[in-house]
């Protein structure tokens, strides 16, 4: 079945750097888009990034320029490079996949930035 595992977050200080990992099982990361998305506390969740089938990028204008998102194809693992990290970026950060119509999401990895 379908899987997604997230891992990588922890608490960092202002100005620092996390990379995230999602792990996928059940299908071929490689045919399908790959996004990032967070939830912080009384909001909503919001995308933050997304890389199509082909490695085409987008970012929310939020993170634009210190957030990056890659895939490698042969571990079936989509990652998020998170630099210059501020105390807004503080949420839980999960991975979706959307599969025929049915969309998957991870369990989440909790990202705190505070000094």
């Known amino acids: 079945q379908v899987q997604l595992v997230e891992s990588g977050g922890g608490l960092v200080q202002p100005g620092g750097s996390l990379r995230l990992s999602c792990a996928a099982s059940?299908?071929?990361?490689?045919?399908?888009?790959m996004a990032w998305y967070r939830q912080a506390p009384v909001k909503q969740r919001a995308l933050v990034a997304a890389?199509?089938?082909?490695?085409?990028?987008n970012y929310a204008d939020s993170v634009k320029g210190r957030f990056t998102i890659s895939r490698d194809n042969a571990k079936n693992t989509v990652y998020l490079q998170m630099n210059s990290l501020k105390p807004e970026d503080t949420a839980v950060y999960l991975c979706?996949?959307?599969?025929?119509?049915?969309?998957?999401w991870g369990q989440g990895t909790q990202v705190t930035v505070s000094s």
């Open positions: 890389i199509s089938s082909g490695g085409s990028p």
């Open positions: 059940g299908f071929r990361l490689s045919t399908y888009n």
């Open positions: 979706k996949v959307t599969i025929f119509g049915s969309t998957y």
